[in-house]
T-cell receptor, first 115, second 113 residues
Framework: DAGVIQSPRHEVTEMGQEVTLRCKPI?????LFWYRQTMMRGLELLIYFNNNVPIDDSGMPEDRFSAKMPNASFSTLKIQPSEPRDSAVYFC?????????????FGEGSRLTVL | GQQLNQSPQSMFIQEGEDVSMNCTSSSIFNTWLWYKQDPGEGPVLLIA?????ELTSNGRLTAQFGITRKDSFLNISASIPSDVGIYFC?????????????FGKGTKLSVKP
């Protein structure tokens, strides 16, 4: 079975540009999470969705960040305008809410570099 | 916000040695998870623990859910070079939803052949 699929794997952009990261969760999973990973702060939860509805976006750093989940098989994380401090690896993860333990399955990540 | 204290931050060991790492929290958790992250990859679940005192093995890996519900440890026996990576603990608050999964800062393991 296919795991969580993220794109792009790597993106290098200039400050001020819009960045869109994409995620396809595991088929059948109804919860989707966006995490950011940096050396300094580790893994930080940005936002998560249950059944395509945003439940908690308190981890979104500021208004420049937005996330959508138009359907059960697709989500985007957008940064506009991007800044150098946004450079990080962004992970998408999915799970079946209500399942035992709700273990998260992670994608391979999107490494963002903002110059 | 809430944090897990994971230690050690890094370990340099010889192939064949045993490894032990742990996580502690000031809060009670009802779930502990251990993940491994290889370079350039996403974290992969190794072991999940759901009951205080539970001891679970996965091959050479053994993890335990502390009896106080505030800690967990992961042991790796007879380490091999492919054990290299970053190991993360993660805990979920009692009664919390999946969004309340808190991650430790990770233990970076290096294995010398």
């Amino acid at each position: 079975d296919a795991g969580v699929i993220q794109s792009p794997r790597h993106e290098v952009t200039e400050m001020g540009q819009e960045v869109t990261l994409r995620c396809k969760p595991i088929s059948g999973h109804n919860s989707l999470f966006w995490y950011r990973q940096t050396m300094m702060r580790g893994l930080e939860l940005l936002i998560y969705f249950n059944n395509n509805v945003p439940i908690d976006d308190s981890g979104m750093p500021e208004d420049r960040f937005s996330a959508k989940m138009p359907n059960a098989s697709f989500s985007t994380l957008k940064i506009q305008p991007s800044e150098p401090r946004d450079s990080a690896v962004y992970f998408c993860a999915s799970t079946l809410a209500g399942g035992i333990g709700g273990e998260l399955f992670f994608g391979e990540g999107s490494r963002l570099t903002v110059l | 916000g809430q944090q897990l204290n994971q230690s050690p931050q890094s370990m340099f060991i010889q192939e064949g040695e045993d490894v032990s790492m742990n996580c502690t929290s000031s809060s009670i958790f009802n779930t502990w998870l251990w993940y491994k992250q290889d370079p350039g990859e996403g974290p992969v679940l190794l072991i999940a623990l759901y009951k205080a005192g539970e001891l679970t093995s996965n091959g050479r890996l053994t993890a335990q859910f502390g009896i106080t519900r505030k800690d967990s440890f992961l042991n790796i026996s007879a380490s091999i070079p492919s054990d290299v990576g970053i190991y993360f603990c993660a805990g979920r608050n009692y009664g919390g939803s999946q969004g309340n999964l808190i991650f430790g800062k990770g233990t970076k393991l290096s294995v010398k052949p």
